[in-house]
Structure formats: C-alpha cells, structure tokens
C-alpha cells in the first residue's frame, strides 16, 4: 500500500507504560512486544516527511465520580491516572519535539480532543494506525476516523493485544466494517 506523507498521518495509540510495561496496571504483553514494529514505521515515516501523532490515555481522578454509567475504573480498576508515571509513553518509543500528542479521556482518540482539527489543518486524510489495545482504543479510534472520513488503516503487526484473539477481531472488523488493513512490510510512502 502507497501512501502520500504530505497526507498521511501516522497514529501511535496509547503505547504507556500504564499498558505496555509489567508494572503497568492493565499491561498487556502483547503491546510490549509491538516496539520494534512502531519504532520501524515511525523511522519510515519521519523520513518520508509524514506526520506522526501519539495518543496518550490519561484520566483525572475524578473523571468517573458523577458519571451515570461510563466508569473506565468501575470496569477496569483505577489505571494511567493523571499526574502518574502509567501516563507516560514507554521509554522505548520516543516522542519527537514535532509529534503532535493528544491527552485522551475515552477509548476515542477523536472524542473531545484536538485530534480532528489537527489533521484538517495539517491536510491529512489517510491514517496509519498502531499502538494499544487492538480491540479498544485502536479500534474505537478507527471507528471514530472513518465516521470524520479519514481513510483509517491498521498496521496489523504493530497492535498491541491481551489476547492474540482481540487483535484478530479489531483488525477483521475495522476491514468489514470502515477501515482497511496492511502488514508492516507492506506501507510504502510515495
């Protein structure tokens, strides 16, 4: 797959040590084990001149206390809390002075974030995203993108996971559904 870096946007989603590193408190080894992956699609696209975008799920201790029914903590347990080292992105990535970071509070990247008005700026209409977890956050995100018409697409090989099984469903239903699929190997900037 071809892709214009003046209008491609790569979207690292959620890689925190909150997620990704074992002391986190909802790790998932299978987003540990995506670094080389993202750090090899990040190179390729700093070099063909395309943007680069990180997420960064984060959440006020209070965030959940007058909700009516979404409460990320009642279904999760208290995780990347604002102001705590789970917010960070993992060491093993690292974050440009250029990147563009969005603070999160939902599983969508593009809910009540500057995120939609940073691609329209910039002129990005194809997406290229990776990062955790496969069948929350990346997916919800890509949801959320196709629905704004921006083409989003899964680098399937560089999306975290709890189960090989949750990665498989985001990626097949992403494609059904809005979105499309690539292999690492197989994104070519042009």
Not at 133 to 145: E, K, P, R
Not at 166 to 185: I, M, N, P, Q, T
Request: hydrophobic residues 35%.
């Amino acid at each position: 797959m071809k892709f214009d870096p003046d209008s491609t946007a790569v979207v690292v989603v959620d890689m925190q040590n909150g997620f990704c590193h074992p002391d986190g408190s909802l790790y998932a080894p299978g987003s540990e084990g995506v670094f080389d992956q993202i750090q090899e699609l990040l190179a390729r696209a700093r070099e063909a001149g395309a943007s680069v975008v990180f997420t960064r799920d984060v959440h006020p201790p209070e965030q959940f206390e007058d909700t009516h029914y979404y409460d990320e903590f009642d279904r999760w347990g208290e995780h990347v809390v604002e102001g705590t080292w789970e917010t960070e992105i993992v060491d093993e990535l690292d974050v440009h002075e250029d990147d563009h970071v969005v603070t999160k509070h939902t599983y969508d990247a593009f809910y009540q974030t500057d995120l939609e008005g940073y691609l329209d700026t910039h002129g990005i209409k194809d997406l290229l995203i990776c990062g955790t977890l496969a069948n929350v956050c990346v997916l919800h995100t890509a949801g959320s993108a196709g629905l704004r018409d921006f083409k989003p697409v899964i680098v399937e090989d560089a999306v975290g996971y709890i189960e090989e099984g949750h990665k498989e469903y985001a990626v097949e239903h992403s494609a059904w559904l809005f979105g499309e699929g690539v292999e690492l190997d197989d994104v070519e900037f042009e």
